[in-house]
């Protein structure tokens, strides 16, 4: 399966899902890590279709639909849509994963340009 095909316009979202029970998560996933990976995977929920939107940071390391792509390779998410605007409610605990993890990176670079 090609999983790009799971990125679609809002509208046709909320067409297929008609009234269906689904789950909505908003997230920046500027980059994709495995801790989105395991909260995505908490957040699906069986008989529950899981919707994500991919929202984009105010100087993003990666294109919006580079990210959705990767956010559409997951098993558990059926749906992917390109938020456009202000990020959905919730989507700032993404940027303090995105933050964490480019700490580290830094922190690591510094260490092995001293060591």
């Known amino acids: 399966m090609d999983t790009r095909s799971k990125i679609l316009p809002i ?45 984009n940071p105010t100087r993003p390391l990666l294109a919006q639909r580079a990210r959705a792509e990767l956010v559409a390779a997951l098993s558990m998410v059926d749906y992917v849509v390109l938020g456009n605007g202000e990020p959905s409610r919730g989507a700032g605990a993404d940027s303090g994963i995105t933050e964490r993890f480019v700490e580290h990176v830094l922190r690591r670079h510094r260490q092995e340009q001293t060591g």
């Open 11 to 55: 509208e046709e979202v909320r067409e297929r899902l008609g009234n269906k029970p689904a789950r909505w998560v908003s997230g920046q996933f500027d980059p994709l890590l495995a801790e989105h990976a395991k909260r995505l995977r908490e957040c699906a929920a069986p008989g529950q279709l899981l919707v994500v939107e991919v929202t």
